[in-house]
């Protein structure tokens, strides 16, 4: 029993002894400890890797070896960790305890007879030992004896300390044991002022992998000097070369940077390779990233002043081919950044998430994902994960500046715009070109004067479709749902598929902002679409009660004059399941107008309803109900009962739908409760029962382009000696 404690002690202390090493130098080759200095890894043509820190000479290192860089912290706590896991309690070792320490008996010592002695015996007063050190009974030993027991050492013999004998190693390593290295740039909070540089010029990825890595630089580099950029500050990790990345992210990992800088920086000009961030072990990572005043979060370095041309700038400051594909990324841009991609005056281009919770976002001037202040996002794609990104003022929640080419096809996403910017598409001034979703759950938000998907305030939004997922577009004030911004058109807008919810106020819920058109808006397929449009909420337009149109034009204003939106005919020539649902509200909130569009599906020959060919009646037995011209000639349409609703359709301007009391009385028995009467511009809802309650044997309904007028049973019995 006594040898096994002492086998157990002996363990614990060699494990012990393992972590004082590790302090002077690196687990195994591929671990750097930030804590000891700046760190700069490159990768050269051939594939040749080399790390260098602080003052020290570079390391080369495996071609293929990842690269782990964390805190002697961290190592030493992780460390410790393993000696009270499982395992230790499955060998039975645990951590080493200060005052139960044994100097280690050898297993195969023989001690002499009477050795053992009971755990109560009472040590003489003078004996300088441990309560329960295993000697001789007589024997005189120093406290920190150094040397191994003899077994053949008679009782009474005094050993002095310097008598030649072996030293135990479990307890001479720690003498031996070299000092910890002086740490370098220490800041509070468990930050460091060192930073990472990762060069890479070779085909074949360079790979890292971040542990509880927290940088502070935020001190670096100032704004004293005006003119064009003050004194540039340090980036905390900076990315350069032609060659791939990888960064796996274990643990809690912060950056903060200084002046111009980005938090992560990978600049267009330095940088054009891919840098991917994940997290693929299993043990959880996150990256809280944070840039400089006019540096992006993750991307690209920013100008205070301009000191090029715009598009030649735009390349200098951005940021492209980022990806990322798991772990919890928080990514925040200083005032006129990005959060992901560019700088101020960088566009963000090549931006793909794929997986992880993503948040990005900035503080003033700038799109959450994609461009700085007046640089663009481009090429944007989502397919996973959970994002949100956030614009601040000018900035898009993901977009520009001019955001186009943004794809969604998964996850779920939620984008708010920046004052007088769209959720999804462009900053002030910007427009959202080629903006295509086709799954996941989809937010978007735009703030006064920005669309909720679209342009921003004088941006048109084109070449939007959405063919699946759930997509809900809220425009701020003056500005389309999906669309334009205020003063900005929307056109070619397509729905294939998917939920649709699009709001404006006082623009378009579909189309144009305030003072600007829709046009060419198409809703097809199964797409189940609600297109609404409400007062504007902005104080300054005092209780002028006009609407944009559900899908068209925004509401017109003109010297003080206020006229609602123009209404325009979706071509819905290709609705077969799908719907679209028009509501109009009042200032209070209440309904003011509502009707519905369905499908154009023919009815099946051998139903009821069916027409017969070339007729323009549906027969309901005796009586007819028919569509004619406003003059009364006869009009081809078409009928189908969808559950207690009889639409009937004909695609005309002008039309008449004319009937009888019978075929009221006939619409009845077959479960029909109303009619929607649907024209080109214009869609109209009759009850059944109420048209029977008024008593007439006829009525009529007209529409007239946007107009409708329900004629009286007098009127409508008028007409009967025209029906045929």
Known sequence: MRKTDAFRRAAALMAALSITVSLA??????????????????????????????????ENIGDDEEIIITTHKKAITTQESDLEGPAAEDTGFGPVVEDNY????????????????????????????????????????????????????????????SAGQQAQPQQAAPAAAPAAPTSVNPKDNGFWGNTITVINKAATAL???????????????SDETYGLGGIQGKAALSVQGNGNVEIELDGKNELKSGYSRAGLEKNTSTSTGTLTLKDDNKEAGSLTATGGYVGA???????????????VIQELYGASNITITGGTVTAAGGDYGAGIGGGRYGSGKNITITGGRVTAATTNFGAGIGGGDCGNG????????????????????????????????????????????????????????????????VTAEGLDWGAGIGGGEEGSGEDITITGGTVTATGGVLGAGIGGGAEGSGQNIKITGGTV??????????????????????????????????????PGWHHHTVTGATIGDGCSVTDDEFVDGEEIQADISGLTTGYIHHIIY?????????????????????????????????????????????????????????GSTLRVTSDNLAARLHG???????????????????????????SVSELLAEGGSWFALEHNGLVSRRLSAAQAESLKCRMR
Do not use: C, M
């Open 501 to 538: 919810n699009a709001s404006g106020w006082a623009g378009a819920g579909i189309g144009g902002g305030v003072n600007a058109s829709g046009i060419n808006v198409t809703v097809s397929g199964a797409a189940q679409v609600t297109a609404t449009a409400a007062v504007s909420k902005d």
């Open 25 to 58: 130098a690196p687990a195994f080759a591929g671990t750097y400890y930030i804590d000891d200095g700046d760190i700069t890894i490159t990768k050269d043509e051939h594939g040749k890797q080399t790390v260098q820190q602080g003052s020290n000479a570079a």
């Open 102 to 161: 044994q100097p280690a008996q050898p297993e195969d010592a023989e001690e002499p007879e009477g050795t053992d002695q009971p755990e109560s015996t009472e040590e003489p007063k003078a004996a300088d030992r441990k309560e329960s050190a295993e000697e001789p009974e007589g024997t005189d030993q120093p406290e920190n004896t150094d040397r191994q027991e003899d077994a053949d050492q008679p009782k009474d013999t005094d050993q002095p300390e």
């Open 207 to 221: 790979k890292l992998t971040l542990k509880d890595v927290k940088i502070d630089v935020s001190d670096t580099g």
């Open 297 to 311: 979060g993750i991307g690209g370095q920013g100008k205070k002043e301009v000191d090029h041309s715009l598009p």
């Open 660 to 686: 009888t009391r019978q075929a009221l009385e006939a619409l009845q028995e077959q479960g029909v409760e109303q009619i929607q009467f649907v024209t080109t511009l214009k869609t109209t809802t009759l």
């Open 586 to 642: 009042n200032e209070d909130g209440s309904v003011k107008q509502e009707w519905w569009e369905y499908g154009h599906l023919q009815p099946a020959p051998d139903t009821p309803n069916a027409p017969a060919e070339e007729s323009n009646g549906v027969s309901l037995g005796t009586p007819v109900l028919h569509v004619e011209t406003l003059e009364g000639d006869p009009l081809p349409f078409d009928a189908r009962q969808q």
């Open 378 to 441: 481009e090429n944007i794609t989502i397919t996973g994960g959970t994002v949100n990104a956030t614009g601040g003022q000018d900035g898009a929640g993901i977009g520009g500046g001019n955001g186009e080419n943004i794809k969604i096809t998964g996850g779920t996403v939620t984008a708010r715009g920046g004052e007088a910017s769209a959720g999804i598409g462009g900053g002030n001034g910007g427009s959202g070109k080629n903006i295509t979703i086709t799954g996941g759950t």
